[in-house]
């Protein structure tokens, strides 16, 4: 299992960014997917969720009415459109599996993660 995330950079306060990644490895189309992001020195912590056939999506109070979360499962890669970024919002997003329950944002540890993108947004 293979997740490559793409997208990030430094960006300023207000200004907006869209992050992608790539599954492979695995069935993409069978799977509930997150993004996820660990800002320095806290817990990586879920913020986006999409069901298998992308028809539900769930987002972290943080972050909810600025992003947006959709997936191709055509092409293997999901996608997380961020505006109005601010500067807590910088850390580095991954994405994955492990999502037990969209509507309660729950999900397990899981034991393959990408590389992740780094996301700054200066204030």
């Known amino acids: 299992v293979q997740f490559v995330e793409s997208g990030g950079g430094l960006v300023q306060a207000g200004t907006s960014l869209r992050l992608s990644c790539v599954a492979s490895g695995m069935t993409f189309s069978r799977n509930a997917m997150g993004w996820y992001r660990q800002a320095l020195g806290r817990q990586r912590e879920l913020v986006a969720a999409i069901s298998s056939d992308g028809s539900t999506t769930n987002y972290a109070q943080s972050v909810k009415g600025r992003f947006t979360i959709s997936r191709d499962n055509e092409k293997n890669t999901m996608y997380l459109e961020m505006n109005s970024l601010r500067p807590e919002d910088t850390a580095v997003y991954y994405c994955?599996?492990?999502?037990?329950?969209?509507?309660?944002?729950?999900?397990?540890?899981?034991?393959?993660w990408g590389r992740g993108t780094h996301v700054t947004v200066s204030s």
């Open positions: 994955n599996t492990g999502i037990l329950r969209i509507a309660t944002l729950t999900w397990v540890q899981n034991r393959y």
